[in-house]
């Protein structure tokens, strides 16, 4: 069974910049989280989907970030304008259901640096 | 703010001893539990789960126990290998509905 697939792997951009993250979730995961880890912190949740309908995104910074899931498989979560703060790995996990505590996959992450 | 653990700590244990990592968690509504072990590069990878109606669950070489009076959560590793290296967090889950809430992490080093 294939993982959840992310890219790009690295980023590297100027702050006031925008830059784009894609995952495509495990097949047939209909559950999809986007999560932010700052480095020596545990990640932080900035959106779950399910399907392509928005379930949280209390902790997405609304001012620059967006994220959507069209079709219900793959996902993008966007920053515009990106800021030095926003240095991080980014997160993408799936799971067959949502509400019951399925267990997570995760993503290898896109590292992305704001300079 | 963060309800499962405080920093980041590393644990060095010598190739073949046992390592206990620890964690503590400040909701007692958190009714699930799991162990991500997170290697350099990677993203994390669940080891071992735990729902709030056990107090130990073993897997292979690992196992966690879950002390409910006190909040804490740990996992054991048996005859930790050089592979084990990696930073362990532990997550926590309030109940049906509700998203898991990551710890800082642990770094285990293995020492030869």
């Known amino acids: 069974e294939a993982g959840v697939a992310q890219s790009p792997r690295y980023k590297i951009i100027e702050k006031r910049q925008s830059v784009a993250f894609w995952c495509n979730p495990i097949?047939?995961?209909?559950?999809l989280y986007w999560y932010q880890q700052i480095l020596g912190q545990g990640p932080k949740l900035l959106i779950q989907f399910q399907n392509n309908g928005v379930v949280d995104d209390s902790q997405l910074p609304k001012d620059r970030f967006s994220a959507e899931r069209l079709k219900g498989v793959d996902s993008t979560l966007k920053i515009q304008p990106a800021k030095l703060e926003d240095s991080a790995v980014y997160l993408c996990a799936s799971s067959s259901m949502t509400g019951r505590q399925e267990t997570q996959y995760f993503g290898p992450g896109t590292r992305l640096l704001v300079l | 703010g963060e309800s499962v653990g405080l920093h980041l700590p590393t644990l060095s244990v010598q190739e073949g001893d046992n390592s206990i990592i620890n964690c503590a968690y400040s909701?007692?509504?958190?009714?699930?539990f799991i162990w991500y072990k997170q290697e350099s590069g990677k993203g994390p990878q669940f080891i071992i789960d735990i729902r709030s109606n056990m107090d130990k669950r073993q897997g292979q070489r690992v196992t966690v126990l879950l002390n409910k009076t006190v909040k804490h959560l740990s996992l054991q590793i048996a005859a930790t290998q050089p592979g084990d290296s990696a930073v362990y967090f532990c997550?926590?889950?309030?109940?049906?509905?509700?998203?898991?809430?990551f710890g800082p992490g642990t770094r285990l080093s293995v020492l030869p």
């Open positions: 909701n007692s509504a958190s009714d699930y």
């Open positions: 097949s047939g995961h209909a559950t």
């Open positions: 997550a926590e889950n309030m109940g049906y509905g509700q998203n898991f809430v």
